[in-house]
């Protein structure tokens, strides 16, 4: 799969090098209060603009389980690259992540 990706998108390789080596970069979670202010309407395109500031890439955001979900809804939720990306529909609160792909955890 990796040989065709290289094929078809030759920059891949590059970022596949950096993942996939000991100096490379490294996914993390990373507290959305560091980014926003908490209850604040946000798109995804706003996030990545932000994590982008702190030399980072966006990848996604991890919603804690919120209190008094409705029958089956609770529990934590995962959002990788959203297709929604200019929708200001995100909103984080304490406890939610984002997850963020960095060279260093800082």
């Given amino acids: 799969m ?3 990706q290289y094929a078809y998108q ?3 390789k590059a970022l596949w ?3 996939f080596t ?3 970069c490294e996914i993390y979670l990373k507290d959305a209060r560091w980014y926003v202010a908490l209850g604040t309407p946000v798109s995804f395109r706003q996030l990545y603009g932000l994590a982008r500031q702190r030399n980072e890439m966006l990848v996604g955001y991890l919603l804690a ?3 008094g979900s ?3 809804q609770g529990g934590t939720k995962l959002f990788i690259n959203p ?3 200019n929708e200001q529909n995100i909103v984080l609160q ?3 992540v984002l997850v963020v792909l960095a060279d260093d955890l800082h």
């Fill in 2 to 4: 990796t040989t065709v």
């Fill in 65 to 67: 389980e919120r209190p």
């Fill in 70 to 72: 409705p029958q089956g």
């Fill in 83 to 85: 297709s929604n990306k």
């Fill in 22 to 24: 000991p100096d490379g």
């Fill in 10 to 12: 030759p920059a891949v």
């Fill in 17 to 19: 090098d950096d993942l």
């Fill in 94 to 96: 304490k406890g939610d």
